[in-house]
């Protein structure tokens, strides 16, 4: 079945899992869009951190930004069918993603591979890692 540490399960259009993942995914974006800090923290877990190629961010840095207004988000647009894999109380997902944000009153459109690890504690899935990198252009 796949719950045991280190052996994955796939996840399929009917998992429950799978379907919770996915639309934990997109609240969490809609979320992003409103530059609600509150509502976009409500997805993670404290120790949250993103992986950019500008390095580490921990969650009070990426919040604060977005309270401040210095970053906004106009889009969040998923583009890929998202790979799932659970691990027990561990789920990665990752998906390819488009977005528009300003940083500072600059307009940034990115493409990118976005890769989340969530936890289930206490019933709730939370996000505690995420990972983006540019997509290759095409």
């Known amino acids: 079945m796949g719950d045991i540490a280190g052996t994955p399960r796939k996840g399929s259009e009917d998992d429950p899992v799978h379907t919770r993942l996915i639309t934990l995914a997109k609240g969490w974006a809609d979320a992003i869009v409103s530059n609600d800090a509150s509502r976009i923290g409500s997805f993670m877990a404290d120790e949250w951190v993103i992986v950019s190629e500008s390095g580490v961010s921990a969650k009070e840095q990426f919040l604060s930004l977005v309270e401040s207004g210095e970053l906004t988000h106009s889009a969040m647009t998923s583009i ?51 990972h983006i990198t540019a997509a290759a252009p095409n």
């Open 80 to 130: 890929s069918q998202p790979r799932i894999r659970v691990y027990g109380d561990t789920a990665v997902f990752t998906g390819r993603v488009t977005n528009t944000a300003h940083y500072k009153g600059q307009r940034f459109d990115a493409d990118e591979w976005t890769t989340d690890v969530f936890v289930n504690r206490n019933g709730r899935w939370l996000c505690v890692l995420s």
